[in-house]
């Protein structure tokens, strides 16, 4: 079984533009959930999305906004880009329900300059 | 509040046991985790507790919890080499299992 995939790997923007990245769950799954993990803040939860509706959601702005489509797989956004939003973007997947067992990604690395 | 809290750093000699630990703050936590992440990678789920439970063991793994002081820790008998990661320990619970709440991590060096 294909493990969870995440595009594109790295990802080099300039401040104040937006960008989306793009994650495939583990055939199967319904859920995934995106984290942010950088140096200083370690990983932090975002969303999580099953059957296309956001279930959970962490502390972070507006300009973060994610979605589901009704293939399982997920997108998120962030507009208006600063540089503290650089960081390793992780998705994991699960069964969804009360599945508590996740399956991470090898995450998208953005740096915004 | 949410805190999980685990020490950064642990250096252990190839073939010894080592230990980490971790501590949370919400007695409401249901599930505790523990992750590996190795250099360049996404994580991996190692085992995960339930808090109804004292100590599982998988393996070369074994997962002690001690829920009233809200204490995890992980035991990795006969440390190899290829043990050296970050060990994420993580919680989540009731409602929001896929919220987790993720310690800093402890970085492992095995030393040869």
């Not at chain 1, 370690?42 to 099953?50: C, I, M, N, R």
Request: glycine content about 10%.
């Amino acid at each position: 079984k294909a493990g969870v995939t995440q595009t594109p790997r790295y990802l080099i923007k300039t401040r104040g533009q937006q960008v989306t990245l793009s994650c495939s769950p583990i055939s199967g799954h319904r859920s995934v959930s995106w984290y942010q993990q950088t140096p200083g803040q370690g990983l932090q939860f975002l969303f999580e999305y099953f059957s296309e509706t956001q279930r959970n959601k962490g502390n972070f702005p507006g300009r973060f906004s994610g979605r589901q489509f009704s293939n399982s797989r997920s997108e998120m956004n962030v507009s208006t880009l600063e540089l503290g939003d650089s960081a390793l973007y992780l998705c994991a997947s699960s069964l969804g329900q009360q599945s508590y067992e996740q399956y991470f990604g090898p995450g998208t690395r953005l740096t915004v300059t | 509040g949410e805190d999980v809290e685990q020490s950064l750093f642990l250096s252990v000699r190839e073939g010894d046991s080592s230990v980490i630990n971790c501590t949370y703050t919400d007695s409401s936590s249901t599930y505790l985790y523990w992750y590996k992440q190795e250099p360049g990678a996404g994580l991996q789920l190692l085992t995960y507790i339930f808090s109804n439970m004292d100590m599982k063991q998988d393996q070369r793994l074994t997962v002690l919890l001690n829920k009233k002081d809200k204490h995890l820790s992980l035991r990795i008998a006969d440390t190899q080499t290829g043990d050296s990661a970050i060990y994420f320990c993580a919680e989540s619970k009731p409602g929001g299992y896929q919220k987790v709440t993720f310690g800093i991590g402890t970085k492992l060096q095995v030393i040869p």
